[in-house]
């Protein structure tokens, strides 16, 4: 049997076509190191290239992660916020090139027009990149939660006058923002929350959950592999039950 990973024994034919991740962890990690939340958050933002890299050489097709949520962003101390915001206008101006030439499609999950405008500007900028042979979307959620993203959906088919006997669970989905994506595979929480966050509730119906106590920066390609291991082990159901 051939197998792929570096670290794990993986087989190719059970890889998650997308994988979902809530990245937890950051401010904690930085705490116990003695470093400032800045710092903590850069080192998050440095793992999450590697993750992204690996998903790459894994042939994952898909990858969604959570950076900043609605409830979250807003009630966040500014400097806090802001070291999040200059490290989105870093990654996306560092790796506008090299995704392109990898063929890695960023797009953006919720409503970043909220953002600065500097902001805004450099997400454009990466979301303008067009593909030639794309081997993985890469989803990052910016001002997102799932609830709003269902209601934003709810007032688009309405304000479309679509009528309600044409509404149903194919409709809804093209609605949202992960309009003609499948739903997640695989979604990780990092950090040892166990709970969701308002991520992706429409999505994840039937995506297998795994949690972890590591710390998303800790969580590098060795510890992405064993979540991926531990769900190749799993046995599929897509229903209520036995």
């Given at each position: 049997?051939?197998?792929?990973?570096?670290?794990?024994?993986?087989?190719?034919?059970?890889?998650?076509?997308h994988?979902?991740?809530?990245?937890?962890?950051?401010?904690?990690?930085?705490?116990?190191?003695?470093?400032?939340?800045?710092?903590?958050?850069?080192?998050?933002?440095?793992?999450?290239?590697?993750?992204?890299?690996?998903?790459?050489?894994?042939?994952?097709?898909?990858?969604?992660?959570?950076?900043?949520?609605?409830?979250?962003?807003?009630?966040?101390?500014?400097?806090?916020?802001?070291?999040?915001f200059?490290?989105?206008?870093?990654?996306?101006?560092?790796?506008?090139?090299?995704?392109?030439?990898?063929?890695?499609?960023?797009?953006?999950?919720?409503?970043?027009?909220?953002?600065?405008?500097?902001?805004?500007?450099?997400?454009?900028?990466?979301?303008k990149?067009?593909?030639?042979?794309?081997?993985?979307?890469?989803?990052?959620?910016?001002?997102?939660?799932?609830?709003?993203?269902i209601?934003?959906?709810?007032?688009?088919?309405?304000?479309?006058?679509?009528?309600?006997?044409?509404?149903?669970?194919?409709?809804?989905?093209?609605?949202?923002?992960?309009?003609?994506?499948?739903?997640?595979?695989?979604?990780?929480?990092?950090?040892?929350?166990?709970?969701?966050?308002?991520?992706?509730?429409?999505?994840?119906?039937?995506?297998?959950?795994?949690?972890?106590?590591?710390?998303?920066?800790?969580?590098?390609?060795?510890?992405?592999?064993?979540?991926?291991?531990?769900y190749?082990?799993?046995?599929?159901?897509?229903?209520?039950?036995?």
């Open positions: 049997m051939k197998v792929v990973g570096d670290y794990y024994r993986l087989d190719p034919k059970r890889m998650p076509q994988i979902a991740i809530i990245m937890d962890g950051n401010r904690r990690w930085a705490r116990a190191r003695g470093k400032t939340t800045t710092e903590g958050h850069r080192a998050g933002a440095q793992n999450l290239v590697k993750i992204v890299e690996h998903c790459e050489h894994l042939g994952v097709k898909y990858l969604t992660v959570y950076a900043l949520s609605t409830e979250n962003w807003r009630k966040r101390a500014r400097a806090e916020v802001r070291g999040i200059d490290l989105l206008v870093r990654i996306a101006k560092e790796k506008k090139e090299e995704y392109k030439r990898k063929g890695i499609k960023f797009f953006v999950l919720g409503n970043f027009q909220a953002f600065p405008l500097r902001v805004r500007r450099a997400i454009e900028e990466m979301l990149i067009v593909k030639r042979h794309e081997r993985l979307k890469f989803n990052v959620a910016l001002n997102y939660g799932g609830r709003d993203e209601v934003r959906a709810i007032r688009k088919i309405i304000a479309d006058g679509i009528k309600p006997s044409e509404v149903d669970e194919q409709l809804i989905a093209r609605y949202l923002d992960t309009n003609g994506q499948p739903d997640p595979d695989l979604i990780i929480r990092t950090g040892g929350e166990i709970r969701l966050s308002n991520f992706l509730l429409w999505q994840l119906s039937y995506s297998e959950l795994y949690f972890t106590d590591t710390l998303w920066p800790d969580f590098g390609p060795k510890e992405l592999e064993k979540a991926i291991y531990d190749q082990h799993r046995e599929r159901r897509f229903g209520g039950g036995k």
